[in-house]
């Protein structure tokens, strides 16, 4: 029984998801609002369990030792909360400058550690076989679509063209990849509400 009030209500929902195809209408204005309510509540739990009561209280004290070092993050979070206070509002500014910053230097370390080192190491190839002949030509054609010094003229023109050339069929791979997993998207939909819901297919 709840599993089929469970289906009629994600019917409901996805039919109502779908109905802003046609207009913008309360059925669609309520499954958002519903969508995001339980998002956020989704999420606050998720902090809750994942990192303030293992990290931060269940850390405090350990084998009857008191960390005092984990009050100054509990500080810092707690000004954040000071953002909802107009009169003490500019407290919450300290908070989030060191929360940007700290953030700006481990996504700069993860960005130089994650995705350029290793895109370096994978551009660096020997010249052995097409593959890598093919390879090397996109990246230093590519690179050198964005070099401004120098006017794009005579041989560097040729060079520089082809470089677009080979970064517009990255975007439409790209754009092919997120059109593809829309329709997949769109495929699960509809395959739910035909077989779970209308039992239309087996």
């Not at 089929?4 to 779908?18: D, E, P, R, V």
């Not at 500019?90 to 700069?108: C, D, E, K, N, Y």
């Not at 690179?143 to 990255?170: C, N, Q």
Request: with cysteine; net charge positive; proline share 3%.
């Amino acid at each position: 029984m709840l599993q089929l009030i469970g289906i009629w209500i994600a019917a409901f929902l996805t039919l109502s998801i779908y109905s802003f195809l046609y207009k913008d209408n309360p059925f669609y204005k309520l499954a958002e609002h519903l969508y995001v309510g339980m998002s956020a509540g989704y999420y606050v739990i998720l902090v809750w369990s994942s990192d303030v009561k293992p990290m931060l209280i269940d850390r405090f004290i350990t084998n009857g030792t008191v960390h005092w070092m984990l009050l100054f993050p509990a500080i810092l979070s707690a000004l954040m909360l000071c953002r909802f206070i107009p009169q003490i509002a500019w407290i919450s500014r300290w908070a989030i400058a060191f929360t940007i910053g700290m953030g700006a230097g481990i996504g700069l370390t993860m960005a130089l550690q994650g995705y350029i080192i290793p895109q370096l190491q994978a551009s660096i190839r020997p010249l052995n076989s097409a593959n890598n002949i093919i390879l090397v030509v996109c990246v230093l054609t590519t690179l050198s679509y964005f070099y401004f010094s120098v006017e794009h003229k005579g041989p560097l023109k040729g060079v520089t063209r082809l470089g677009m050339i080979f970064i517009m069929v990255a975007l439409g791979a790209s754009f092919g990849y997120t059109v593809m997993a829309r329709l997949s998207l769109l495929i699960g939909r509809v395959y739910f509400l035909l077989h779970d819901w209308l039992h239309l297919i087996k």
